[in-house]
């Protein structure tokens, strides 16, 4: 089970840190990903880390802004927002997949297990 949380309502600029919290499974083979949905638009691929070795993979334009971390303690990853933008309002979903290959990181039908989204909203 994965839990998504960290959304909220905050202004242009402004940094937020989403949380996605795994329960009840091991992740030793898992790829963890971020992806996101605005309204009227298709789920489009944020990042994704490797659980094991922290390999990672970023939609190019984000990655000057979005970091994605994991604690191995807390079985936690996070995803850092910052220098938000009006654009990234959306409903941000975490998703594990297991032993995906780098290609398929972006690649949402690749994940089998997705959490229930959080929303973010950046205000102008």
């Known amino acids: 089970q994965l839990q998504a949380f960290g959304g909220g309502l905050v202004q242009a600029g402004d940094s937020l840190r989403l949380s996605c919290t795994a329960s009840?499974?091991?992740?030793?083979?898992?790829?963890i990903g971020w992806f996101r949905q605005a309204p009227g638009k298709e789920r489009e691929f944020v990042v994704a880390i490797r659980w094991n070795g922290g390999t990672t993979a970023y939609e190019a334009s984000l990655k000057d802004r979005f970091t994605i971390s994991r604690d191995i303690s807390k079985k936690t990853v996070y995803l850092q927002m910052n220098s938000l933008k009006p654009e990234d309002t959306a409903v941000y979903y975490c998703?594990?997949?297991?032993?995906?290959?780098?290609?398929?990181?972006?690649?949402?039908?690749?994940?089998?297990?997705w959490g229930q989204g959080t929303q973010v909203t950046v205000s102008s």
């Open positions: 998703a594990a997949g297991s032993r995906l290959i780098y290609s398929m990181f972006g690649v949402a039908s690749s994940y089998a297990y």
């Open positions: 009840g499974r091991t992740l030793s083979d898992k790829v």
